[in-house]
């Protein structure tokens, strides 16, 4: 099984950047997909970015393209999540998940969840 955190959110104007990170405390953490979400008060959950297990792979939803990167170390148990150029409405919780097997955009197919951590964007 596998714990997840997140860290790196914080108050930024619009154009900032930002850092996020994510650590897996299991030790199967190279055989999960992972995945970035966010959810915005009053809005459901939705998509950012995944990456496949061995990193080559990525899949970004079409809001984030070219302004979000996703990179992972499987040697320390890492997910990351570059945010550059960010706008007012990316402003959300960031949740990292993991996910062993199905659709990488689905929140309901994910099986680890961290706490998230709050990205406010100010204009």
């Known amino acids: 099984q596998e714990q997840l955190v997140e860290s790196g959110g914080g108050l930024v104007q619009a154009g900032g950047s930002l850092r996020l990170s994510c650590a897996a405390s299991g030790r199967i953490f190279s055989n999960y997909a992972m995945g970035w979400f966010r959810q915005a008060p009053g809005k459901e959950r939705e998509f950012v970015v995944a990456?496949?297990?061995?990193?080559?792979?990525?899949s970004y939803a079409g809001s984030v393209e070219g302004r979000f990167t996703i990179s992972r170390d499987n040697a320390n148990n890492t997910v990351y999540l570059l945010i550059n150029s960010l706008k007012p409405e990316d402003t959300a919780v960031y949740y990292c998940?993991?996910?062993?097997?199905?659709?990488?955009?689905?929140?309901?197919?994910?099986?680890?969840w961290g706490q998230g951590t709050q990205v406010t964007v100010s204009s």
């Open positions: 998940a993991a996910q062993y097997s199905g659709s990488n955009n689905n929140w309901r197919e994910y099986d680890y």
């Open positions: 990456i496949s297990r061995s990193g080559g792979v990525t």
